[in-house]
């Protein structure tokens, strides 16, 4: 086995992570900004019983959907039974909401800095930066 693997594969599902949540903060700005913490919660897990999702949740929960799969796949963990996967699944997503937290209470917290400017811009400029682990 190739010594550099694990490092691959760790840095394939960092990209896939880091990357698809910011380019979803980034898509979906001025909705989260305006929103309270919560709101992501769902369109990270889906709907809960006799609950729907906004047609933005909708859109977000596909997209981690997709994530969640590619993670997986990446993992290479398809012969794993059921209950292990959907662990493993449950871990990314719990990561994925953990990360979408994370960037927007820093997004609040820029704002609250930047008073005199717009929601929109501070978000712009945030989600820009690189965040987290190289």
């Not at 989260?32 to 977000?60: C, K, M, N």
């Not at 699944?89 to 960037?103: D, K, Q, S």
């Not at 917290?109 to 929601?119: C, F, G, L, P, V």
Request: glycine share 6%.
């Amino acid at each position: 086995m190739n010594s550099e693997a694990p490092t691959q594969m760790v840095n394939d599902i960092r990209l896939l992570l880091y990357g698809e949540v910011g380019d979803i903060l980034y898509s979906h700005r001025s909705s989260l900004a305006s929103h309270p913490l919560d709101y992501i919660v769902p369109a990270v897990w889906g709907p809960s019983q006799g609950r729907t999702l906004t047609q933005e949740q909708r859109e977000i929960n596909q997209r981690v959907q997709m994530v969640v799969r590619e993670t997986v796949n990446l993992l290479g963990i398809g012969d794993m039974g059921d209950s292990q996967v959907l662990a493993v699944e449950f871990l990314v997503r719990e990561l994925i909401l953990h990360r979408f937290l994370c960037r927007i209470n820093s997004l609040d917290r820029q704002y609250a800095i930047h008073k005199n400017s717009d929601r929109e811009s501070v978000c712009i400029v945030h989600l820009s930066e690189p965040v987290g682990a190289p």
